[in-house]
């Protein structure tokens, strides 16, 4: 089908204009152009004079035979045709505009251009040239007319899949040239063959996993779009519609290719790039990920055959600055939609043939998450399938009855995970936690990995020196002594564990009195603290005088962390006054991913570490022990080569608390 282009627009908005511009930028061996009107006069001897005094019925038929000619034109000539028309014209009878459109038109354009002149400049225009013999209307009338043009052309666009753009005033021409060649080179085999090389130059030469996974209600709550345009709406109240995706995909063209096309240009139009930038920021801050989703894809980050690759039909620069803010952009190849700018959509179509491309072509197994109807075929095509429930509120209503055809029709075996947990569940699958170690070994295919701890020391540091000189005095005890550590916890927490775990900038109020950005810790809320009694405790005050608004948790036993202190958490901080041995750590780090969350960050921070349990050769070391268990780090104010097995005056936990006399 050849491409054809429809320019509409109120009589004197500059659509003859436009097409004059363009002659003389485009590449007239690609695309040809004509006016509408002066095809129809080219039937008649009389040209457009006789036109105008014909019978309705017969005017209808030289429409259609003008435009039944452009297709032709266009589908012999390979060129795309570029044509101005009327879809409305004003009838001084009625005092309204009327249809004028045939369904041939509707049949021949594949897209229509709508240039949108403010009234009161097209009223003027039309006063300033009274030889073209049109009515003079006012800027209401003609306001009258351009609502029910573009309230017809979409409703008729949408329902015969013609894709349609409005040109704002002033009509940017690069941008116009831009539109056309896209048109002109777009096509459903196209737009995969660049989704397919945007895929290939992410993936890891030596990946053998690939974490295939939607966006938009899958790695967190929110929607993007729905989000995109309720700001748009606020911002831009006289062209954004709160309801523009619900109205899209709700209507004749659904969740198609076609739809999703139409969606990037609302996109293109509704905003500069400027503008659109901005809105996407906006978009961002709304957007909070899943802690458990962030705790996985961190962890699989650090997977050297493991992929992670985010396929999305929402808005990829949002979640471009998303991932950004999580510190996951360099490990995540992202594949979305957006603006015509983008180059491509991504539908349900696409996501289950980049699966079937990954498997097929690349030898990669997947595991496929998804949380709608959308992302069924591309489930279906994994090899392994994770449903992503939300809230009940707010998840898939349609998605029980697909996830029931999948199943029960076509062999679909999926897990499901429920996010929150207080969610739920679906029907029908089996509940698994992203935080389990048995669900993390089974994507690593039974091979855990052995990356170990990471170890920081502050051991020569001038302020170690000063910090630990009291904690070292035997005549410092008691009040004294806890307040040593503590003042020890805070550096070690603001000096090394902010560096390791990042910072992020919530909104303060200045002395000044305005709104400015400070610093707290990155997830600072979703982080806790655990205190090993009792000789922990004081230097996780310390800490937590660092991170106040992080969850503080005592324990004696690994068993006292309980799954509600962790749920929903990303960040664990074991703190202790002295690692000799590491058998305490090492039980509290095993417990913890073995049987409560596999994934989450784990970070130490000890007051002195015995130097031989972090550096020495024998297998009963701490390093050693700890090899099976990624993404963990030890942070120690010193390193000592001194063994401390404590006795009634040296042991730090009597001498923090005067009870050395009952040891």
């Known amino acids: 089908m050849p ?31 004509c006016d509408g009107s002066e095809m129809i006069g080219n039937f008649l001897p009389g040209g457009l004079q006789e036109f105008q005094g014909m019978k309705e019925e017969e005017q209808l038929m030289y429409r259609q035979r003008a435009i039944d000619a452009i297709g032709s034109g266009a589908l012999t000539s390979k060129k795309v045709g570029i044509v101005a028309g009327h879809a409305m014209l004003w009838s001084e009878e009625e005092e309204k505009a009327l249809p004028v459109y045939t369904q041939n038109d509707l049949n021949v354009f594949t897209h229509i251009l709508y240039v949108d002149v403010p009234s009161d400049i097209v009223a ?34 949408r329902e015969h899949g013609i894709l349609l753009s409005t040109l704002q005033h002033p009509i940017q021409l690069g941008k116009v040239t831009t539109l056309l060649d896209n048109f002109r080179i777009y096509c459903r085999h196209y737009n995969l063959s660049l989704a397919k090389e945007e895929l290939r130059q992410g ?54 290719y076609t739809a999703f096309r139409q969606a990037a240009l609302l996109y293109e139009e509704i905003a500069n790039d400027q503008d659109f930038e901005e809105m996407c920021q906006v978009v961002a801050s ?90 069924v075929p591309m ?33 679909l075996r999926a897990f499901q995970v429920v996010l929150p947990s207080t969610a739920l569940p679906r029907p029908g699958l ?135 202190h962790l749920e929903g958490q990303l960040t664990l901080i074991l703190v202790d006054s002295v690692i000799n041995t590491g058998k305490s750590i090492v039980e509290f780090i095993g417990y913890i991913r073995n049987h409560i969350y596999a994934t989450i960050h784990i970070v130490v921070v000890a007051g002195v570490v015995q130097a031989k349990c972090v550096t020495g050769d024998d297998g009963g070391s701490l390093i050693r022990q700890l090899t099976s268990f990624a993404r963990v780090h030890i942070v120690a104010l010193r390193l000592s080569e001194t063994s401390f097995v404590g006795s009634r005056q040296t042991d730090t936990g009597n001498r923090l608390f005067n009870t050395t006399h009952l040891a």
């Open 379 to 411: 489930l279906q095509k994994a090899d392994r399938a994770v449903v992503i429930v939300g809230d009940e509120l707010t998840r898939s209503r349609t998605m029980d009855a697909a996830l029931k055809t999948a199943v029960t029709d076509h062999g």
């Open 3 to 33: 491409t054809v282009v429809g320019v509409y627009g109120v009589s004197g908005c500059g659509k003859t204009f436009l097409l004059d511009q363009l002659k003389q930028t485009m590449d007239l061996d690609l695309f040809s152009f």
């Open 430 to 564: 089996r509940v698994a936690r992203l935080t389990e170690r048995s669900f993390i070994f089974d994507i690593l295919d039974h091979q855990w990995p052995n990356a170990g701890p990471q170890l920081v020391t502050a051991t020569d540091t001038s302020a170690t020196k000063l910090l630990a000189t009291p904690m070292r005095n035997s005549a410092v005890a008691g009040p004294e002594l806890r307040e040593a550590h503590r003042r020890a916890g805070h550096h070690l927490a603001t000096t090394y564990v902010a560096d390791i775990l990042g910072l992020e900038q919530p909104e303060i109020q200045h002395v000044l009195g305005r709104e400015t950005r400070g610093y707290q810790l990155r997830h600072e809320k979703k982080t806790t603290i655990v205190a090993l009694m009792r000789g922990g405790e004081p230097m996780a005050f310390g800490v937590n005088d660092a991170f106040p608004h992080a969850m503080f948790v005592h324990a004696k036993d690994p068993q006292d962390v309980k799954m509600h």
């Open 203 to 256: 993936l890891k030469v030596d990946g053998r996993i690939v974490l295939a996974m939607d966006a938009d209600k899958t790695l967190a709550a929110e929607d993007t779009g729905m989000l995109f345009w309720s700001a748009a709406s606020k911002k831009w109240p006289s062209v954004a519609a709160e309801d523009t995706l619900t109205t899209l995909f709700g209507g004749p063209l659904g969740y198609s």
């Open 286 to 375: 709304q957007v909070s990920m899943y802690p458990d989703i962030i705790s996985l894809l961190h962890f699989m980050a650090e997977q050297d055959h493991v992929d992670i690759v985010i396929i999305t039909s929402g808005l990829g620069r949002v979640w471009e600055k998303v991932l950004e803010s999580e510190g996951l952009s360099e490990a995540v190849t992202l594949i979305g939609g957006g603006r015509i700018s983008v180059a491509f959509v991504i539908t349900a179509a696409v996501k289950a043939q980049l699966v079937d491309y990954m498997r097929s072509h690349r030898e990669r197994y997947i595991w496929a998450f998804g949380d709608s109807p959308l992302d």
């Open 124 to 157: 003027q225009r039309r006063l300033d040239d009274p030889g073209k013999g049109r009515p003079v209307l006012t800027a209401t009338q003609l306001d009258d007319w351009k609502k029910e043009e573009k309230s017809l052309l979409q409703r008729l666009s």
